[in-house]
């Protein structure tokens, strides 16, 4: 049974940071491109972050770069989402999921399409 479970979701204010978690279970991480995604209600969901399983390449939306670091634990089987300097536009519940190979990190982070697995969510809000 493939099982996405992400973590480290909660309340911060402007410009703290936060941690996201994302372990998988029910098949080798490193084999797949691992992406996180955030939807507000109303609007389209937003590729955030991707790595590659390829070459461990990554990609992030301009929304976020840098401020957010995406990384891979292979022995863990998790995939972190380092977020610092956070903004209230951050608020999001945020998703991670599993796509296929990556030719392109790119083009797979900016379709959600391209990713068939997906974890329950956590709930990031950033608010004074």
């Known amino acids: 049974q493939v099982q996405l479970v992400e973590s480290g979701g909660g309340l911060v204010q402007p410009g703290e940071s936060l941690r996201l978690s994302c372990v998988a279970s029910?098949?080798?991480?490193?084999?797949?491109?691992i992406g996180w995604f955030r939807q507000v209600p109303g609007k389209e969901d937003e590729g955030v972050s991707c790595?590659?399983?390829?070459?461990?390449?990554?990609y992030y939306a301009d929304s976020v770069k840098g401020r957010f670091t995406i990384s891979r634990d292979n022995a863990k089987n998790t995939v972190y989402l380092q977020m610092n300097s956070l903004e209230p536009e951050d608020t999001a519940v945020y998703y991670c999921a599993r796509g296929g190979p990556s030719v392109s990190v790119q083009a797979m982070c900016v379709q959600n399409d391209h990713f068939g697995s997906w974890g329950q969510g956590t709930q990031v809000t950033v608010s004074s």
């Open positions: 029910g098949f080798t991480l490193r084999a797949y491109t």
């Open positions: 790595i590659s399983d390829r070459d461990g390449s990554t």
